[in-house]
């Protein structure tokens, strides 16, 4: 059983290209999210679908898009990549939405210069 | 404004003591949850505590929610070098599947 699988692992871009992180979930869990580490701030959530087929802003969603693919997986787009964006990101998903414990993926280290 | 205070935000400390390590706020919540994050991996649930004045206890770890569901704290007897990562608290900020977490603390125990 896998649980949460994101790629890449690592990734370095150059100011103003696009990527796509990808989030996959074996769990049939209803919900997913994005959230965002950096040193300091803790963790941040930039989207959230709480079911397939609906997507929501969470707290820092500036400059990200995501789409809910199916139930399994949800993915986070950097249309044009800005150095304050670098961090490490971690997609994650939950049973149900509220007060549901959060089963995190290990994370993608992104580096944008 | 920062919803969650945790406390210490960093802590280094020798095999075989004991911490405790804080959670507080000015709101009340419905639960709390912990989670341990060790290095290069995502946070992993250790508990979740829900009523009033409730203790948990983990092996070597107890967490306990305030009377009043403002603050919770974790205690580690004994710590042990595989205890070290960051120990995160978080609560749901509205029913809206919306978890938010504190900033963490960060703990080092030395063999």
């Known amino acids: 059983n896998a649980g949460v699988t994101q790629t890449p692992k690592f990734q370095v871009l150059k100011t103003g290209q696009s990527m796509t992180l990808q989030c996959a979930q074996d769990?049939?869990?209803?919900?997913m999210y994005w959230y965002r580490q950096d040193p300091g701030m803790g963790l941040r959530l930039i989207y959230y679908?709480?079911?397939?087929?609906?997507?929501d802003k969470g707290e820092v969603p500036n400059g990200y898009n995501v789409s809910r693919l199916n139930k399994r997986e949800f993915s986070l787009r950097l249309e044009s990549a800005a150095p304050s964006q670098t961090s490490v990101y971690f997609c994650a998903s939950s049973v149900r939405g509220y007060n549901s414990p959060l089963h995190f993926g290990n994370g993608t280290r992104l580096t944008v210069t | 404004t920062q919803l969650l205070e945790q406390s210490p935000q960093f802590l280094s400390i020798q095999e075989g003591e004991n911490l405790t390590v804080y959670c507080n706020s000015s709101s009340v919540f419905s639960s709390l949850q912990w989670y341990r994050q060790e290095p290069g991996e995502g946070p992993v649930l250790l508990v979740t505590?829900?009523?009033?004045?409730e203790v948990k206890k983990l092996k070597r770890l107890t967490f306990q929610f305030g009377d009043a569901r403002k603050d919770s704290s974790l205690h580690i007897t004994a710590a042990q070098p595989g205890d070290t990562g960051l120990y995160l608290c978080?609560?749901?900020?509205?029913?809206?599947?919306?978890?938010?977490f504190g900033e963490g603390t960060q703990l080092t125990v030395n063999p």
């Open positions: 679908s709480a079911s397939e087929g609906t997507t």
């Open positions: 769990m049939n869990h209803n919900s």
């Open positions: 505590v829900v009523t009033g004045g």
């Open positions: 978080a609560y749901d900020r509205t029913s809206g599947s919306r978890l938010t």
